[in-house]
């Protein structure tokens, strides 16, 4: 009877981790959802974007290449090297990468040319030569 309990109770730890891990695992690139909100907490200085990224994500080599071309100031979080950034994804409520996070907004996913609209419109862009 022991053993069969252990094995239920096993189980049911098993299955409760793996649901858990699946309602928060990040789904790579897509579509661009953009969410208007509050999020200098997650900034190092207001005039920086924080930009969430995967080492396995397109959409995130392109927004890093991006953002280095036209010459934002960002500061880089790997999610899957990091506890704490993926943690800050989760209260972040992010569905999919990359993430940048701006003062007045949240982007997720990619899309050169509203990310590149939105980032001219909320003053994070320099000359940007275009």
Known sequence: M???????AALAIGLGAGRAYSTHKLEKAGALVVTQGDYDLYLVRPDQVAFYSLASCGGCKKTRQLLRELGVDYVE??????????????????????????ANAKLEGYDRDRMVALLEEQGYLRETGR
């Open 2 to 8: 022991l053993p069969l309990v252990l094995v239920a």
């Open 77 to 102: 979080r790997p999610a899957d090297t990091s506890t704490a950034h993926r943690q800050e994804l989760q209260r972040l409520d992010a569905k999919r990468v990359p993430v940048i996070v701006m």
